[in-house]
């Protein structure tokens, strides 16, 4: 969860997204990413060298996402959406994902191909003009990767945090949730 605002709108549409999921005995693991330090890549391409572990230099709290995120199925990616990206915290960890990707240097293969991404995104402009260029990179990144992108769910905000309390909203997150479910 990338919002700054840990009782935000991307929290409030998070709610019944989860609870549907832990309703259903889904294993979830819930990251507040604005609660980690995660500094920016470094380019270095030190990652690239070390087979079959992530293998960054760098000392902050990515390792233990990356070690999350290895051992799931599915990874959601929950932001609001900033100047038609997700947000910092985010961005950040997006591109360290080189070291789950040993394309670049003498260590060979991947360590989360195959994984399920999808998207939970709060936005100020309608769905298509406000995510379109997120999820465009999000699928990018799913087919150089060779991840499976499950979809996106995003609800405008146009009256706050009541946007996302809707019975349109809810159900909407819900039935996002039931469709990650199926492809268990």
Not at 114 to 121: D, T
């Amino acid at each position: 969860m990338a919002s700054p605002r840990l009782k935000g709108n991307t929290v409030e549409l998070l709610k019944p997204f989860l609870a549907e999921l832990e309703s259903n005995k889904a294993d979830v693991t819930y990251i507040a990413l604005s609660e980690k330090n995660i500094l920016p890549c470094r380019g270095c391409y030190a990652c690239q060298d070390v087979n079959d572990e992530y293998g960054c230099i760098q000392q902050d709290d990515v390792l233990k996402i990356i070690e999350k995120i290895i051992a799931c199925d599915c990874v959601i990616l929950a932001t609001p959406i900033y100047s038609w990206y997700c947000t910092t915290p985010m961005k950040a960890l997006l591109d360290r994902h080189y070291g789950l990707n040993k394309f670049y240097g003498t260590a060979k293969g991947s360590l989360w191909e195959g994984k399920k991404i999808g998207i939970i995104a709060t936005h100020g402009y309608d769905a298509e003009y406000g995510t379109s260029p997120f999820e465009t990179g999000i699928k990018r990144l799913c087919k150089h990767s060779n991840l499976e992108y499950v979809g996106m769910y995003s609800v405008r905000d146009q009256d706050n945090i009541a946007s996302f309390q809707t019975e349109e909203a809810m159900n909407g997150a819900r039935m996002f949730a039931r469709k990650l479910l199926m492809f268990e």
